[in-house]
């Protein structure tokens, strides 16, 4: 998410608690392949005019990348489809997978959407 101010605490606070959960993200190829997308499709190739501009731009390649696009690393599923199918199996590990409410997520990508 974009903001016009994050004190340092706070951004420091928050990596930790990432570096905590999932390890050093440059040891993490995921991690390291999704700034990488980020950067090349939404932050190097977008003009961004203003904070409310930056969050559009961010909720629909969010909404893109989630909803839309296939993903090599997941069968050529979109992360939704691939959430999907791995909610059908009972004692599946989707409780691993970020939770997200459709609904609320649609609205916020409507409401930041042009």
Same mark, same amino acid.
């Given at each position: ?52 501009? =930056? ?10 990348? $989630? *909803?839309? !696009?296939? #993903? @090599? ?21 989707? =409780? ?10 649609? $609205? *916020?990508? !409507?409401? #930041? @959407?042009?």
């Amino acid at each position: 998410m974009a903001d016009t101010s994050v004190s340092g605490a706070r951004v420091a606070r928050e990596l930790h608690a990432l570096v905590r959960t999932y390890g050093k993200p440059q040891q993490n190829a995921l991690i390291e392949t999704f700034n990488s997308s980020l950067r090349a499709e939404v932050l190097n190739e977008e003009g961004l005019d203003s904070l409310e501009d =930056a969050q559009r731009k961010l909720a629909r390649w969010r909404y893109d990348d $989630n *909803q839309v !696009r296939p #993903h @090599s690393s997941l069968a050529h599923k979109t992360p939704a489809e691939a959430r999907r199918a791995l909610d059908q199996f009972e004692g599946s590990a989707h =409780a691993v997978l970020p939770q997200t409410d459709d609904q609320d997520y649609e $609205n *916020q990508t !409507r409401r #930041h @959407s042009l």
